[in-house]
């Protein structure tokens, strides 16, 4: 069975400074982990994916996040948050064990202050 | 390319009468999700289509909540009758086809009162 633990609910960052949202996951299988975004009444947004093949991921807006097998992580980080940067961020898994179902954790909601 | 589309954007109902919420993927995806997402809360999977055949629906509350996809295209979720606590906003996404990236539509917002 697959899982995702988000460790974290709030992140408060000062704009400028850098973002770390932190996601542990549980896979039974080689697993898909995607992050996404949701801002305020709007969609869900693909921010990057990791699909086994390179570790490091770059996504769009300055995001990029690492799979770690060993730890079970899928960090994501960003240098410099800028005010467009809150939002909530879901940490996802899927694998073929579960028929690609997309499990979400709990979200961490970002809030960025000037 | 056009997004996943879903009606109505927002929807009042009184519990215990019934609602059908539409969702049309992106052309030539075969897996097609229905998601609830209650306020402050990750999504939670309703339901799951690989082309017209369901593929998971252990979290479907099955006596009050219905969906199907015909000819493995667009999708509709019913809910009947409904409840207070399923006031909650239902997300339809699509992918190219299982484990690859899903694209969600605005999402529908239910209220029940």
């Known amino acids: 069975a697959q899982s995702v633990t988000q460790l974290d609910s709030h992140v408060s960052v000062s704009e400028g400074t850098p973002v770390l949202l932190r996601c542990n996951y549980s896979?039974?299988?080689?697993?898909?982990l995607f992050w996404y975004v949701q801002h305020p009444n709007k969609g869900l947004q693909l921010l990057l994916k990791?699909?086994?093949?390179?570790?490091l991921v770059k996504g769009i807006n300055g995001f990029e996040a690492e799979f770690k097998k060993s730890e079970t992580s899928f960090h994501l980080t960003k240098p410099s948050a800028h005010m467009s940067d809150a939002a909530e961020y879901f940490c996802v898994v899927s694998d073929r064990d579960s028929w690609g179902k997309l499990q979400f954790g709990a979200g961490t909601q970002v809030v960025v202050t000037p | 390319e056009a997004g996943v589309a879903q009606s109505p954007r927002y929807k009042i109902i009184e519990k215990r009468q019934s609602v059908a919420f539409w969702c049309n993927p992106i052309?030539?995806?075969?897996?097609l999700y229905w998601y609830q997402q209650i306020l402050g809360q990750g999504p939670k999977l309703l339901i799951q289509?690989?082309?017209?055949?369901?593929?998971?629906d252990s979290q479907l509350p099955k006596d009050r909540f219905s969906a199907e996809r015909l000819k493995g295209v667009d999708s509709t979720l019913k809910i009947q009758p409904a409840k207070l606590e399923d006031s909650a906003v239902y997300l339809c996404?699509?992918?190219?086809?299982?484990?690859?990236?899903?694209?969600f539509g605005q999402g529908t917002r239910l209220t029940v009162v």
């Open positions: 996404a699509s992918s190219y086809r299982e484990n690859t990236e899903a694209f």
């Open positions: 990791y699909t086994s093949a390179a570790t």
């Open positions: 052309s030539g995806h075969a897996t």
């Open positions: 896979s039974s299988y080689s697993p898909s």
């Open positions: 289509f690989q082309n017209n055949g369901v593929v998971d």
